[in-house]
């Protein structure tokens, strides 16, 4: 066993409100600069819908993540090594412009030198490659509060498959738009403990960093031969033209360094993100990764994972060099609590077989409102659970998207959220005292204990206890910081890709590269964002 530990995510559906804060603050972060404006390495989806970039899921298509070959081993779904090399100056298997959408501007000028008249000016969309104007067929919302529902729907690959399950199943999708359901799924980078896009780079230029797990990309070596847009099967590489380099979310990775959460998190209005450290046994991934069928991946995945309060496992990690601090991370972590103790979290797309290491509290909202509707207690526990397999959100589309089709576990996490509701209405109307056994906690195997503290966490945990991240070793501070000089992952050094004039797709916005901020500042931001009382002035 060889123990490592990384920052890992878990997204709670049920509070998601489809704002896109994440999505804006993420960008105006990170994608700010020239070349990259159709990036969105945070991005909040419309489900049903055929999401971004377009049909995304389909790996017929885009040929993503891994597969079995007929020897049982892992390789690419994108081809063998000869193959893979064959098309590295022209890569085929990629998306283009059309899938993601064609950035553009508007022509402003025309709103402000209009002369006077009766008709009102109206500012003209002009693409940012051309220049020349364009009609909008898509963007990256373009799903958004059911907009392209009626005629976009048929085009999610998940409700293919969901219909393809039988008569049954076919008739909890509906496309009628008074009947139909919707959520949102927010999606960034899964920084994936088996990730397909390291193995695909030719140039060996993006790597997994051991010491927190996060998947970043070398701009120094990377030779934008693309392959890792392909061989990324939930298509969070992007490829910039303007400086012949791929980039992709980095999971805030100077943020974490010093405690702070990534900046979708720390943004989110409704609280859903949680960050948190998970140890798991790097030398278990690869049989994980390698079960024989589909629907056993999510349980091989949580096999990895290990516990951080058992002796063995401790003095295991501290054997490997992970630190104290870390360990205690890891026990006090909100993800590893939602993931491995109440089992609430599912991966998105186990069938990838990268591992991903964002997980999601799959949604519930709409039962009680629709139970309510029929004249029945929408919070009594026998009626929640009776209509988890009526849900407006269908079980089945849900276990496409985390469970690889198996609606099993998608079924116990409902039921585990469902049984917490319940048991939080009796001790809120005083008809059972808390931490007291209740019918609904027996009835998924918990404890009165254990849905209270699973209820704080979901429900009204604090700051601190959402976010959980170990700063970097004092050892390893100054190397940490410096990996954002120019011979590691930088962009805005003299003469980097990331400077430069005006470019096809608008003005650049690359500057001179500033000093390295100390690390000092950064904890002094942090002091000053978690405080509960305004400073003295």
């Known amino acids: 066993m060889r123990v490592l530990a990384q920052v890992a995510m878990v997204m709670n559906l049920d509070k998601c409100i489809g704002c896109h804060t994440c999505s804006v603050t993420c960008k105006q972060t990170w994608t700010s600069r020239s070349g990259i404006e159709y990036a969105w390495f945070n991005n909040v989806e419309t489900r049903p819908g055929q999401g971004y970039p377009r049909r995304w899921q389909d790996q017929?298509?885009?040929?993503?993540?891994?597969?079995?070959?007929?020897?049982?081993?892992?390789?690419?779904?994108?081809?063998?090594?000869?193959?893979?090399?064959?098309?590295?100056?022209?890569?085929?298997?990629?998306?283009?412009?059309?899938?993601?959408?064609?950035?553009?501007?508007?022509?402003?000028?025309?709103?402000?030198?209009?002369?006077?008249?009766?008709?009102?000016?109206?500012?003209?969309?002009?693409?940012?490659?051309?220049?020349?104007?364009?009609?909008?067929?898509?963007?990256?919302?373009?799903?958004?509060?059911?907009?392209?529902?009626?005629?976009?729907?048929?085009?999610?690959?998940?409700?293919?498959?969901?219909?393809?399950?039988?008569?049954?199943?076919?008739?909890?999708?509906?496309?009628?738009?008074?009947?139909?359901?919707?959520?949102?799924?927010?999606?960034?980078?899964?920084?994936?403990?088996n990730p397909s896009c390291v193995a695909s780079c030719p140039s060996g230029a993006i790597y997994k960093r051991e010491e927190d797990g996060i998947v970043l990309v070398d701009q120094d070596h990377c030779r934008g031969w693309r392959q890792c847009v392909t061989g990324c099967p939930y298509k969070k590489i992007y490829f910039n033209h303007r400086t012949g380099k791929a980039e992709k979310c980095t999971f805030c990775y100077p943020r974490i360094e010093v405690g702070l959460p990534t900046v979708c998190s720390e943004t989110c209005v409704g609280r859903l993100r949680y960050l948190g450290v998970v140890l798991y046994d790097a030398d278990a991934v690869t049989a994980a990764a390698s079960v024989p069928e589909d629907r056993d991946l999510y349980a091989a995945q949580l096999g990895v994972f290990l516990d951080p309060a058992d002796p063995g496992v401790r003095r295991a990690a501290e054997r490997d060099g992970i630190a104290h601090d870390w360990i205690e991370a890891a026990r006090r972590s909100p993800v590893h609590a939602l993931i491995s103790r109440y089992r609430v979290a599912l991966p998105l797309h186990p069938e990838f077989r990268t591992m991903p290491m964002v997980w999601y509290i799959p949604p519930l909202s709409p039962v009680v409102e629709a139970l309510t509707e029929t004249g029945f207690d929408g919070e009594d526990a026998g009626n929640l659970f009776g209509a988890i397999d009526s849900l407006r959100i269908p079980v089945e589309y849900l276990a496409e998207l985390f469970t690889a089709g198996d609606p099993a576990p998608v079924r116990a996490a409902l039921d585990r959220l469902a049984a917490m509701r319940a048991h939080m209405r009796a001790v809120n109307l005083g008809e059972s005292p808390p931490g007291s056994p209740s019918d609904a906690a027996a009835a998924v195997g918990m404890s009165g204990t254990e849905i209270e503290e699973m209820y704080r966490l979901l429900a009204v945990a604090k700051y601190d206890e959402r976010y959980v991240i170990p700063t970097a070793a004092v050892g390893d501070a100054r190397r940490l910081e410096e990996s954002a000089l120019p011979e590691d992952c930088s962009l805005d050094h003299d003469g980097g890709p990331g400077m430069g004039g005006a470019g096809p797709f608008g003005e650049d916005s690359g500057h001179r590269r500033l000093p390295l901020v100390a690390l000092e500042t950064f904890h002094a931001l942090r002091r000053r964002q978690t405080r509960d009382e305004e400073p003295d002035r």
């Open 60 to 193: 017929d298509t885009w040929r993503g993540g891994w597969r079995l070959n007929r020897r049982g081993q892992l390789t690419l779904r994108a081809g063998s090594r000869i193959a893979r090399l064959a098309a590295i100056f022209a890569n085929p298997v990629l998306p283009g412009i059309k899938d993601y959408y064609e950035p553009w501007t508007y022509d402003y000028r025309t709103l402000v030198n209009a002369p006077l008249g009766d008709d009102y000016p109206v500012a003209q969309p002009h693409s940012l490659i051309t220049g020349k104007p364009m009609k909008i067929e898509w963007s990256a919302n373009w799903d958004d509060d059911l907009g392209g529902s009626v005629e976009h729907g048929d085009a999610d690959p998940l409700l293919a498959r969901t219909r393809a399950q039988g008569e049954q199943a076919a008739q909890k999708v509906r496309a009628a738009f008074e009947q139909t359901f919707m959520f949102y799924l927010p999606r960034i980078c899964e920084h994936c403990l």
